[in-house]
């Protein structure tokens, strides 16, 4: 299993099941890009409609550690959740576009 995978899990089992329902909506909204990756952490912006600047999301995968600048109550926020879960995602079409066979190009006589 991945880290990325570990950490969405160790995420799902910290999070209330509302939570984890405002995570999903908001992973599906669009809302979450990448800032920045390297080795240790992934830096994400979360924008939220009606609020000026989009909140900052800081994974890290190999720790299972994760944190966000919302100032929620819940932990795991739904911005982490939805972070992680983009991420993952993510990091699933990679494996799978590795994966993919070549297509063969147009035949030359």
Same mark, same amino acid.
């Not at 899990?9 to 999903?24: D, K, L, N, V, Y």
């Not at 959740?81 to 993510?90: C, E, N």
């Given at each position: 299993m991945s880290a990325l995978a570990e950490l969405l !899990?160790?995420?799902?089992?910290? $999070?209330?099941?509302?939570?984890? $329902?405002?995570?999903?909506a %908001? $992973? &599906?909204a669009g809302v979450v890009s990448v800032q920045s990756v390297d080795e240790? !952490?992934?830096v994400l912006r979360v924008r939220i409609?009606? &609020?000026?600047t989009p909140l900052t999301t800081t %994974?890290?995968?190999e720790d299972e550690i994760w944190e966000c600048d919302c100032r929620g109550k819940a932990d795991p926020c739904e911005h982490v959740?939805?972070?992680?879960?983009? %991420?993952?995602?993510?990091e699933g079409r990679k494996a799978?576009?590795?994966a993919a066979p070549a297509r063969p190009g147009p035949a030359s006589l």
């Open positions: !899990e160790a995420i799902r089992e910290e $999070s209330g099941p509302a939570t984890w $329902s405002a995570g999903q %908001l $992973s &599906r240790e !952490e992934v409609p009606g &609020r000026p %994974l890290y995968p959740i939805a972070a992680a879960i983009v %991420l993952r995602q993510a799978t576009a590795a």
